[in-house]
């Protein structure tokens, strides 16, 4: 499991929801796959953190995975993590039967868990979902997949790679010399493609979150960077849109902009405060005057 062929920019996607209660909008959900490959993108990654996966039950997940891998023309990866075990495993084994090109897993989350239990939990996972299973560090919201931890699981060969959320410049060094790398941290993504140049390490690209509102930018540098071109101009666009986006919480700011471009995301998972609406309508003003700088 070592080794497989998904590579470049993979959009985490945003999932739209219904105007009403906890419910999946499938129609909209399609509609963004459209979006995203008329913009370029290598592949689509469902159910991450910024598809906000644990707020849908598990038949909806399953739901979407079908019907989105049925209408995608590129692969498709799915975050089929879960607070225990039985339901990752349950949720990989329907990914995989869906057509999935493989499954993500994080640590359980909530609960905070030892290194120890961490691994033993990914490899018994790996044993039962046979899939191309990528691991899953995203500390700033569960268990952090420690650089030793993640080492000593890719060293296994039973994992397809990891999809790195980390920020840690060092630990994807370390990371790509043993594994495919999937960058989390959008902004790092151009010295990523960049130190992989004429070179047999293991980076493997981008699955980004940024890239549900704007798949052309990450496309471009994503390009350009492979290609040995200067990315200045388009780092700087990216990170000023990042900037904005991660004064809010996530992923509100990347489904407004998404808004703005023609897709029906549905309402935010929890109210804002007054303050928070009052910058939000700023930041749609800024986004509106800003979007026209990729059309260039």
């Not at 060293?155 to 999809?163: D, E, P, V």
């Amino acid at each position: 499991m070592s080794a497989h062929p998904i590579h470049g920019v993979l959009v985490a996607a945003i999932t739209p929801r219904q105007k009403t209660g906890v419910a999946i909008d499938f129609g909209a959900a399609l509609d963004l796959v459209d979006f995203f490959e008329s913009h370029g993108v290598d592949g689509i990654t469902l159910l991450g953190s910024t598809g906000e996966f644990l707020h849908f039950e598990p038949e909806e997940r399953s739901r979407l995975v079908t019907l989105v891998t049925k209408r995608s023309h590129v692969p498709v990866l799915v975050n089929v993590s879960h607070s225990t075990l039985d339901g990752s495993v349950r949720l990989g084994r329907e990914a995989m039967d869906a057509g999935a090109a493989g499954v993500l897993v994080m640590p359980p989350y909530y609960f905070r868990y030892s290194q120890e239990s961490v691994r033993a939990y990914c490899l018994d996972f790996a044993e039962q979902v046979k899939a191309p299973v990528y691991l899953y560090n995203i500390p700033f919201f569960t268990t952090e997949l420690q650089l030793a931890t993640s080492l000593d699981l890719l060293s296994t060969g039973r994992f397809a790679g990891i999809k790195d959320s980390g920020g840690n410049w060092e630990h994807f060094v370390a990371l790509q010399k043993v594994a495919p790398v999937f960058v989390g941290s959008d902004t790092m993504y151009s010295r990523t493609c960049r130190a992989s140049l004429g070179s047999s390490s293991a980076s493997a690209g981008s699955i980004s979150g940024l890239a549900s509102a704007v798949p052309e930018l990450m496309v471009a540098i994503d390009r350009r960077a492979r290609a040995g071109e200067d990315t200045a101009a388009l780092d700087a666009l990216l990170k000023d849109f990042c900037d904005r986006v991660l004064s809010f919480p996530l992923p509100v700011a990347i489904k407004e902009a998404a808004a703005i471009r023609g897709i029906p995301v549905g309402p935010h998972a929890a109210p804002l405060g007054p303050g928070e609406y009052h910058r939000l309508e700023e930041f749609r003003a800024w986004f509106r005057e800003w979007l026209p700088r990729l059309m260039v």
